[in-house]
């Protein structure tokens, strides 16, 4: 064979090889697509699937509904605890409210008891549960107390307050009372009928018929105690029952019928006799007015106090005198001094009581005013 021949073969050999490649190549190709299409549709009829669309719906709309009634369960559980929370919270504002006007209202109530107290203690009248410290100082204030978070305990702080200043209030009012019915007891029993009115007192007004559990009753009962003690111990003042000397007073001529010391025969003895050296200091047996500062007979220098509801004392024989007519005296206050001025045996101070200007025994005021001391300072 010729080579060109040869070169010919070859030629149409490789062509040959060639077209053999291509050939299993695009068979490849095609039957891989012819694979992704039929998978493809396979997938897409499995979805579309009556029977299987449904079961993938039925599980994905269980899992839905029971997370959204999950979630709906939880919302309404919180609103729930927000809407106690908020209820809780609005009755501990509403229990703080109400313990603040409490508070507010005890604070006012506690100013009108301590008023009510110094004025009890300058007239000299104290409860056994008035004691200073309870009424003044103790467990009442008008300063807000701590709080600590517990409405109920705050709540029993001011009812036991509340209950302490009541069991104070009465223990004044029956002490006012009590002084009020021995002064009117003892007056009564030299002929003084006193007008004990409750009327002088003042202070904070506050009105009747507070609120249940308030002190108001009880405040407003020893207003009127201390008024009646008040318009009783001012008549008791104005009663001639105070010695007229200082000292023991001892008696040396008794009231009543006696042998005159000069005639030595019975005579009347308007008063009685106090032993006094000359220079002793002659006191007012209460207060009033001077009716008579002058020399006056047998009386020798006298002094003589009106003291109202028809009663007035003499105070005779005198050294000295040391008031004036229409001088207004307090009792205790020094008249003058002793002496024996006048008919007089000796120095002495000769003391009358009259009522209506006739003369009185003085020994009854003067047992009176040993009972009343205690009222009288």
């Given at each position: 064979?010729?080579?060109?021949?040869?070169?010919?073969?070859?030629?149409?050999?490789?062509?040959?090889?060639?077209?053999?490649?291509?050939?299993?190549?695009?068979?490849?190709?095609?039957?891989?697509?012819?694979?992704?299409?039929?998978?493809?549709?396979?997938?897409?009829?499995?979805y579309?699937a009556?029977?299987?669309?449904g079961?993938?719906?039925?599980?994905?709309?269980?899992?839905l509904?029971?997370y959204?009634?999950?979630?709906?369960e939880?919302?309404?559980?919180?609103?729930?605890?927000?809407?106690?929370?908020?209820?809780q919270?609005?009755?501990?504002?509403?229990?703080?409210?109400e313990?603040?006007?409490?508070?507010?209202?005890?604070?006012?109530?506690?100013?009108?008891?301590?008023?009510?107290?110094?004025?009890?203690?300058?007239?000299g009248?104290s409860g056994?549960?008035?004691?200073?410290?309870?009424?003044?100082?103790g467990?009442?204030?008008?300063?807000?107390?701590?709080f600590?978070?517990?409405?109920?305990l705050?709540?029993?702080?001011?009812?036991?307050?509340?209950?302490?200043?009541?069991?104070?209030l009465?223990?004044?009012?029956d002490?006012?009372?009590?002084?009020?019915?021995?002064?009117?007891?003892?007056?009564?029993?030299?002929?003084?009928?006193?007008?004990?009115?409750?009327?002088g007192?003042?202070?904070?007004f506050?009105p009747?018929?507070?609120?249940?559990?308030s002190?108001?009753?009880e405040?407003?009962?020893?207003?009127?105690a201390?008024?009646r003690?008040q318009?009783?111990r001012?008549?008791?003042?104005?009663?001639?029952?105070?010695?007229?000397?200082?000292?023991?007073?001892?008696?040396t001529?008794?009231?009543?019928?006696?042998?005159?010391?000069?005639?030595?025969?019975?005579?009347f003895h308007?008063?009685i006799?106090?032993?006094a050296t000359?220079?002793?200091?002659?006191?007012?047996?209460?207060?009033?007015?001077?009716?008579?500062?002058?020399?006056?007979?047998?009386?020798?220098?006298?002094?003589?106090?009106?003291h109202?509801?028809?009663?007035?004392?003499?105070?005779?024989?005198?050294?000295q005198?040391?008031?004036?007519?229409?001088?207004?005296?307090?009792g205790?206050?020094?008249?003058?001094?002793?002496?024996?001025?006048?008919?007089?045996?000796?120095?002495?101070?000769?003391?009358?009581?009259?009522?209506?200007?006739?003369?009185?025994?003085?020994?009854?005021?003067?047992?009176?005013g040993?009972?009343?001391?205690?009222?009288?300072?």
């Amino acid at each position: 064979m010729r080579s060109g021949d040869q070169s010919i073969a070859l030629g149409r050999q490789k062509a040959g090889s060639s077209k053999g490649g291509a050939g299993a190549y695009l068979l490849l190709t095609g039957v891989i697509a012819l694979l992704l299409v039929v998978n493809a549709i396979t997938a897409l009829a499995l979805y579309f699937a009556p029977e299987i669309n449904g079961l993938l719906r039925e599980d994905n709309s269980s899992i839905l509904t029971a997370y959204e009634q999950r979630i709906t369960e939880l919302r309404l559980e919180v609103d729930r605890l927000h809407s106690r929370q908020y209820a809780q919270m609005g009755d501990m504002n509403l229990q703080m409210h109400e313990l603040v006007q409490q508070q507010e209202v005890l604070s006012e109530q506690h100013e009108y008891v301590r008023a009510l107290t110094e004025m009890a203690r300058e007239m000299g009248v104290s409860g056994q549960a008035a004691a200073p410290d309870t009424m003044t100082t103790g467990s009442i204030t008008a300063q807000p107390l701590a709080f600590n978070g517990d409405t109920a305990l705050l709540a029993d702080t001011l009812l036991a307050m509340q209950e302490e200043t009541r069991m104070a209030l009465v223990s004044l009012s029956d002490a006012a009372t009590l002084s009020t019915d021995e002064i009117v007891s003892g007056l009564r029993g030299i002929g003084i009928e006193p007008d004990v009115a409750a009327n002088g007192v003042g202070g904070p007004f506050i009105p009747a018929g507070g609120e249940p559990g308030s002190i108001i009753d009880e405040a407003n009962a020893v207003a009127d105690a201390l008024a009646r003690y008040q318009s009783a111990r001012r008549a008791l003042l104005a009663a001639p029952i105070q010695l007229p000397v200082n000292g023991a007073g001892t008696i040396t001529s008794s009231f009543g019928n006696r042998t005159d010391p000069f005639l030595k025969r019975a005579a009347f003895h308007a008063g009685i006799d106090f032993r006094a050296t000359t220079g002793t200091p002659v006191l007012a047996a209460a207060s009033g007015t001077v009716r008579v500062a002058a020399t006056n007979g047998g009386y020798g220098r006298m002094v003589e106090i009106d003291h109202g509801n028809g009663l007035t004392t003499r105070y005779a024989h005198m050294s000295q005198i040391g008031v004036s007519v229409g001088q207004t005296i307090t009792g205790g206050q020094q008249l003058g001094l002793a002496g024996s001025t006048g008919r007089s045996t000796g120095p002495h101070l000769h003391f009358e009581v009259r009522k209506g200007g006739s003369a009185i025994d003085p020994s009854r005021f003067i047992a009176a005013g040993r009972t009343l001391a205690a009222y009288l300072q």
